[in-house]
Structure formats: structure tokens, C-alpha cells
């Protein structure tokens, strides 16, 4: 069952909607802050975001921003400055639609299902990577083992990125000096062997038995696959 937050502070509009989207088979949670809207988002992390513009606590627009910073979280904004709506749009504040209130709950829940299927069927790239007991933020391009940042060169960070967004995938050396370099690498493959010792030698608690990156003979090296 698909669950939608509403973040809104109307009391009955949030109830109108809750009923409504209650009976289309949706799981529902609601705010009636922004700050508040924010950290439920935080925790449950629902399927798609409804949420008003104007709110107390925290800006509609800026829990849009927070949203996005992080995730690909489907959001519908409910607006009542009609006339400022296309520029919402045009700023790419985050948001994937917006409906302008007064609106009929029905198209609301018209909107939340077409909005869903279209984030279903174009499944989105996720920024932060969770491999293992490793935290890869692909934005921040930071990485955190058990909470600690670990120091990173770019290169070491892209090869890292690519090898861990495709677990148990075996990577060749040239694949790897491209995802590692770009597309102007200069270099021999084998100074991926010498970039991979340096990125072990940060990651893993025992860089002569590395747990995250293993060497495929003939091949390059591949990320572990969880929980193998
Ligand atoms: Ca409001």
C-alpha cells in the first residue's frame, strides 16, 4: 500500500484528503507544520509528498528543497497563489506538479496515482549509495563508514561510486580508469591497481583481506555484494 504524507495546516482539508485518499487504497500520514512535515518525511520516508506552500514552522518551498536534496520523493505542491505557480514550476523548486486550491479531492487523488505510476515506471538513480556498512554520498561526493568520513581523493571517490552502484559486477581496469577519470583519462590501466591499494588502504579495516573491494583475476575488481 502506497503511503502519502500530507503536509498541511487546515485542519479539514487534511481530513478531506485523508478520507479520500484512504478509500483509493492509499496509507496516509499527515503534518500540519513544515519542520514537523520535514522529519516525518525523515522517518517514513512515503512514496509521494502533498504539500502546502504556505506553512508554519517551515516554508512549503524550502521542505520541497530539503526533500529533493535527498531523494527523488515524488512532490505535489498545494497552492493557493495561483498567479505565482508557473514560476514554482520554472524555479525547479523540486516539486513534480502542482494543484491550485480550491481543488476537488478527487483530482488530488487523480494526481497522486498518475504522479506515482510516472515515478514507478522511470525509477530514479538514488544520491546517497548504502552498501555494505559504507554511506556514499553521490551530491556531497563525502563517504562514511559507520558515521566516520572517510578522506577521499576525486578519483578514488569515482572509482568507489562505480563499483559500489553495481555490486558483484566484475569491472575491468579500463572501465575502471574511465568511471575513475572521465572520459579524458590519461594513464595505464594498471594505475587503477595503484588508485584501488590507496582506496583500500582508507576503507577496509584489513587492506590484505578487503571486505568491500575484492580482486576478480583476469578481470579488475568488483564491490562485495551485501551480505556476501
Ligand atoms: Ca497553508
Known sequence: MPTVLIVEDEPELVKVLRSYLEQAGFSVLSAGRGDTGLSLWEQKRPDLVLLDLNLPGLDGLDVAREIRRKSDTPIIMLTARVEETDQLIGLELG?????????????????????????????????????????????????????????????????????????????????????????????????????????????????????????VFGVGYRFIRSGG
Open 95 to 215: 516539486a513534480d506538479d502542482y494543484i491550485a486550491k480550491p481543488f476537488s479531492p478527487k483530482l488530488v487523488v487523480a494526481r497522486v496515482r498518475a504522479l506515482l505510476r510516472r515515478s514507478e515506471a522511470a525509477p530514479s538513480t538514488p544520491r546517497v549509495l548504502r552498501a555494505a556498512d559504507l554511506e556514499i554520498d553521490l551530491e556531497g561526493h563525502a563517504v562514511r563508514r559507520g558515521g566516520d568520513l572517510l578522506d577521499l581523493t576525486p578519483t578514488e571517490f569515482n572509482l568507489l561510486a562505480a563499483l559500489a552502484a553495481q555490486p558483484g559486477r566484475a569491472f575491468s581496469r579500463l572501465q575502471l580508469l574511465e568511471a575513475g577519470q572521465g572520459a579524458a583519462y590519461e594513464g595505464y590501466e594498471r594505475t587503477i591497481d595503484a588508485h584501488i591499494k590507496n582506496l583500500r588502504a582508507k576503507l577496509e579495516p584489513d587492506p590484505k583481506n578487503p571486505k568491500y573491494i575484492e580482486t
